[in-house]
């Protein structure tokens, strides 16, 4: 039986940074694994695998247009294995990378499921069937969450995917029919709509990017119907059907009509649940939610003493950065330091369709429903004068305000590098700053961040260059 300070259940960005953290601490640390890889599923079947096709997407949408830069391109064209070769090899780098750091802090990693067993106990069992019993002062429970399921949709996993089987799609297809207008179907969408794919959205609700404020659904509207994307929002699927290499889908419209669709490819970018379902709940007081979440304070703790919980499993953002983030103040409780809760308020979104989105804070809506008199400037990235040089020029950047104090409550990005650009939101937010702290920070020209510059000069009615 071993014995450790922390052990860490789950080695993705929640638990690898968790148990990185430990070590760093002074605390002796493990930490289980039951896939062959590290780093969970943002580093093997989600955040990183997907940008590094968006980044081929959006390499070969710069090379058809390279006319437009005095620059002549022949002979272009995808080679789709290159592609995924690149796609996993930019896996391979980050995951052999997270198991590096792991030898490099002496944590020690225990393959197998890990489950809990009460009393500050973890058994492993390998794969091949083998139970080892690891006790630990503090354990992290960083499980994460998988693909969700529904039942009217038959997934086969060839024709009818979910967002970890498309990734290892042999061929691009003719036509895709995408279910959920969130970061997940909008980002597919952008890859294959790139790739020479007929796309389309179905979304139940009323906008595309239904989280984000509302002009910037409406840019993201105009910019996917420009790229001949089709987007059917308040509409709902009724049925999916596979016959032979062809998917019949059945579609009701905002007034209760019925379409029939057919595609190749079925994509289901919707829904996922937490993996709490097998890992010891029951031997322990944790308390567990009907959606399958476990409850925790502040601090991450459960009502089991000793144990803590983060990142997909707790009811909190489904981020990766959330996680890491949660991992640091869980482990930071654990070691006694001076720490606080975390505010969800200032957790940044980012998005990589394109145009890629990035935003912080509330909405404009949001702001006004919480009774604030809002205050709101813009600025698009057309008048931005690096945008143009890029040949990027679309999108803007929206600040929400508050009229009486002038304190920026959100940022709304839409355009090139957007995920980039909200960094600087996210310091605006933490440092509570107002309107006219943003005004006074110089930014250097020509950049893309002048627009957050000239959109905070907008909130005052006195935007430079528009």
């Known amino acids: ?261 057919e595609c190749d490819i079925f994509l289901m970018a919707a829904g996922r649940r937490p993996v709490t379902a097998d890992v010891g709940l029951d031997k322990t007081k944790i308390v567990a939610t009907k959606r399958g979440t476990v409850e925790v304070d502040g601090f991450m703790r459960t009502a089991e003493p000793g144990v803590y919980a983060i990142g997909d499993i707790v009811d909190t953002p489904w981020l990766a950065h959330v996680a890491s983030h949660e991992g640091i103040l869980a482990v930071d409780h654990i070691a006694g330091k001076d720490c606080h809760p975390i505010d969800y308020n200032r957790t940044p979104n980012c998005t990589y369709c394109h145009p890629e989105i990035g935003s912080i804070g509330l909405t404009e809506q949001k702001a006004r429903d919480k009774g604030y008199e809002v205050r709101v400037g813009t600025f698009p990235f057309s008048a931005n004068p690096r945008a143009r040089i890029m040949q990027e020029s679309e999108g803007m950047i929206k600040i929400v305000a508050d009229a009486k104090y002038d304190e920026v409550l959100g940022i709304h990005i839409i355009g090139p590098k957007a995920t980039e650009l909200i960094l600087e939101g996210g310091m605006a937010l933490a440092l509570e700053s107002t309107v006219e702290d943003i005004i006074h920070t110089m930014h250097a020209h020509p950049t893309l961040g002048e627009a957050l510059g000239e959109a905070a000069h907008a909130v005052h009615g006195m935007a430079l260059h528009i």
Not at 11 to 19: E, F, R, T
Not at 33 to 59: M, Q, R, Y
Not at 121 to 139: D, F, R, Y
Not at 150 to 172: A, C, Q, T, Y
């Open 1 to 261: 039986m071993s014995n450790y300070d922390v052990v860490v259940i789950g080695s993705g960005p929640g638990g690898y940074v968790a148990a990185i953290h430990a070590a760093q601490s002074g605390l002796k640390t493990a930490i289980v694994e039951k896939d062959p890889t590290l780093g969970g599923t943002c580093l093997n079947v989600g955040c990183i695998p997907t940008k590094a096709l968006l980044e081929s997407a959006h390499l070969y949408d710069k090379m058809k247009e390279s006319s437009k830069f005095g620059l002549k391109v022949t002979g272009l064209e995808v080679d789709w294995s290159g592609v995924q070769g690149y796609r996993d090899k930019v896996v391979r780098q980050n995951t052999n990378g997270v198991a590096y750091l792991m030898r490099k802090n002496t944590i020690a990693v225990h393959k197998g499921h890990g489950r809990l067993l009460g009393g500050g106990k973890v058994s492993v069992t390998a794969e091949g069937g083998g139970v080892e019993t690891l006790t630990a002062k503090n354990i992290i429970l960083a499980t994460g969450s998988v693909c969700a399921s529904f039942g009217f949709i038959p997934m086969d996993h060839e024709r009818i995917v979910n967002s970890d089987d498309i990734l290892k799609l042999p061929f691009i297809p003719k036509r895709m029919v995408v279910m959920g207008a969130g970061a997940v179907g909008t980002e597919f969408a952008s890859v294959y709509n790139t790739f020479g794919t007929e796309v389309t959205i179905i979304e139940v609700l009323d906008r595309l990017v239904p989280l984000e404020d509302a002009d910037i659904s409406a840019e993201l509207d105009k910019a996917f119907k420009k790229r001949k994307i089709g987007c059917l929002t308040g509409h709902k699927i009724q049925k999916v059907e596979r016959k032979g290499d062809v998917v019949k889908v059945a579609v009701q419209g905002p007034a209760g009509e019925s379409i029939e669709m």
